[in-house]
DNA sequence: ATCCAGGAATTTT
DNA sequence: AAAATTCATGGA
């Protein structure tokens, strides 16, 4: 199958942080996503893929007109012009919810390979065998995550006790109705899971329940604010909140997602 | 060995 | 209300 895209960079969003089941293998990249795996390759302006469809790429990529279009309005702001340049073709993801809370819970103080490492075992442990161009793991369906020893096998440390709990407190149901609330609700919804604050709510909002206002603030977004936009002044994370949502409003967690990478690979 | 990593929860000032 | 401490693990 092949899908045709303007201006989207497969590398540039796979490789931002914002997902972390995938493997590169020549010019292919082999994806888990919950119980889907599958494989998929760009060459120009064409989009290659084995083991999904259309719809799937279509939503998981957010290969959207009216994605695009955001991007394009961010071009008002004369210090993200430059990045969104660099960049071009970033976009922000719609992953499933239920992996993206955990994959977030599991990224508190941590780095981006071990929270691979932790997801990958947590799907070994855990999750349904599927064959596709040889043995791969689905990820867990809530409530399959239940042994607390085995969540801490998986490297996942103190964090353990929060999937642990987060596995019997949320459904797929819950977050199809989060996904119809305001985004300060389901933000809010969203913090009363253990190992869920302002961060980690914000990346799930933005990632994988479509709230674009959403702006997840770590140290990596301090560092790309403080410089960019603050004078190299120290600044809270409230602080860069509210000056986010004043000045990028919708489209804050697009802008994020090219600080983010900009930062990152600088 | 020492330090830090896409923070959150708890305790102490 | 704000600041300090604790929480496991792995890689540099």
Redo the contacts with the bound molecule.
């Keep these: 199958m092949e899908h045709k895209t303007s201006e989207f960079s497969l590398n540039h969003t796979l490789t931002?942080?914002?997902f972390f089941r995938f493997q590169k293998v020549d010019n292919w990249y082999y994806c888990q996503e919950r119980d889907k795996c599958f494989k998929v390759c760009q060459q120009g302006n064409k989009l290659f893929f084995e083991g999904t469809d259309k719809a799937h790429i279509t939503r998981l990529f957010g290969l959207s007109k009216q994605q695009e279009k955001a991007i394009e309005t961010l071009a008002q702001d004369p210090t993200l012009l430059p990045l969104l340049k660099q960049y071009s073709g970033l976009r922000v993801m719609q992953r499933d919810p239920w992996e993206t809370l955990v994959s977030?819970q599991c990224?508190?103080?941590?780095?981006?390979?071990?929270?691979k490492?932790n997801v990958e075992l947590l799907a070994q442990t855990f999750g349904k065998q599927v064959e596709f161009e040889g043995q791969r793991y689905a990820f867990p369906e809530p409530g399959e995550i239940d042994d607390l020893e085995k969540i801490?096998s998986c490297?996942?440390?103190?964090r353990a006790r929060?999937i642990h709990a987060a596995n019997s407190m949320v459904t797929d149901s819950f977050f199809e109705k989060l996904k119809e609330e305001q985004y300060e609700t389901a933000h809010g919804k969203l913090?009363e899971?253990?190992?869920?604050?302002?961060?980690?709510?914000d990346?799930i909002c933005l990632?994988s329940l479509g709230k674009t206002e959403a702006f997840?603030?770590?140290?990596?977004?301090e560092r790309a604010l403080r410089e960019l936009y603050f004078n190299g002044k120290k600044v809270?994370h409230d602080e860069i909140r509210e000056f986010a949502k004043k000045r990028w409003g919708k489209n804050a967690g697009y802008a994020?997602?090219f600080l983010?990478h900009w930062v990152?690979n600088r």
């Design positions: 931002s942080g914002q977030f990224s508190i103080i941590s780095n981006i390979p071990k929270i490492k801490k490297a996942t440390g103190f929060y913090m899971i253990p190992g869920v604050a302002e961060k980690v709510a990346c990632f997840p603030v770590d140290v990596w977004i809270k994020q997602q983010y990152r």
